[in-house]
């Protein structure tokens, strides 16, 4: 007799999320966050040119916030998860190998913003007013990342009978040895959970379509922008980590990472409430020398020029 469980179509994982070509090896995970780096940089350089800011600022900045971000989420990930390396069994030298998953959001966006910080000060340009342009682009290359916890088949969430739970496949190497990371699905499905992976990139989504609404109904800066991006994801974070199975470290029961997006939220909405209403005038946005002089492109454009003998 088939039971109605049976009859179920779930989600099915990817069979693989390792491509080996010849030496190199295609990791899913790496490329998708190498396309979300790339769309944020691009969406978010047009957004800051709208705004009036210079055209290239934000590949710039980018150079300095990108790695910091990566160091700072590793970084994160590792501290909150440090038994796992440092533990009985574990091997502090996977706490080096970024290509095996595991970047805490929380540590990205902290160090992130001390690169950007950096990167906007060389430039003489406004930190808060950077972070309300590329905000809605980097909730939008997170929900893009959330791909590679997919074909990494990691970040779900408790099992399920719900006709959209994943399927969670067994992988095993050439010799048939299992290995969750770099194998190959043998078809045999371990357990079927809830995607929470999905239901993270999902609510991004939600909030790219919120902060470009909000920008352009009410047109807010002075990193106001930014923070509503932080307490709206903070929010859907709080409850997708008390969906989730996998191991995490915990206070008094609750996992680390809900603690943090509670935190994170009371501050990020302090931010938004209390910090300077309005939008920046477009020429704060035009690069400035060290000293505070502006540069010659702007210099250029803001100088009186001479019509007929009168100066315009």
Known sequence: MVTSTELLAY??????????????????????????????????????????GEKGTVLDIAVWAVPFGLI???????????????????????????????????????????????????????????????????????????LGNWFNQELYGRETTVPWGLEIYERTDATG???????????????????TFLYELVWNLLIVVLLVAVDRQFKIGHGRLFALYVAGYCAGRFWIELMRSDHASEILGIRVNSFTSALVFLAAVGYFVFAKKGREDPA?????????????????????????????
């Open 11 to 52: 989600l099915p994982s990817p069979p693989q999320g390792v491509w080996h070509v010849g030496p190199l090896a295609l990791r899913a995970y790496a490329l998708c966050i190498i396309v979300g780096i790339v769309v944020a940089i691009v969406w978010g350089d047009r957004r800051w040119v709208a705004r009036g």
């Open 72 to 146: 700072g989420g590793r970084l994160y990930h590792v501290i909150t998860d440090w038994p796992t390396y440092f533990g009985e069994g574990g091997s502090p030298a996977d706490a080096l190998k970024i290509w095996q998953g595991g970047l805490g959001i929380w540590g990205a966006v902290a160090l992130g913003a001390v690169g950007a910080w950096i990167g906007c000060r060389r430039r003489g340009i406004p930190l808060p007013a950077f972070g309300d342009a590329i905000a809605p682009a980097i909730v939008l290359a997170q929900a893009i990342g959330r």
């Open 177 to 195: 040895r299992v290995d969750a990371l770099n194998g190959v699905s043998n078809g045999v499905v371990q357990q079927v959970v809830h995607p």
């Open 284 to 312: 704060e946005l035009q690069p400035h020398r060290p000293g505070g002089e502006r540069t010659a492109h702007t210099a250029d454009a803001a100088a009186p020029t001479e019509v007929n003998g009168e100066k315009k």
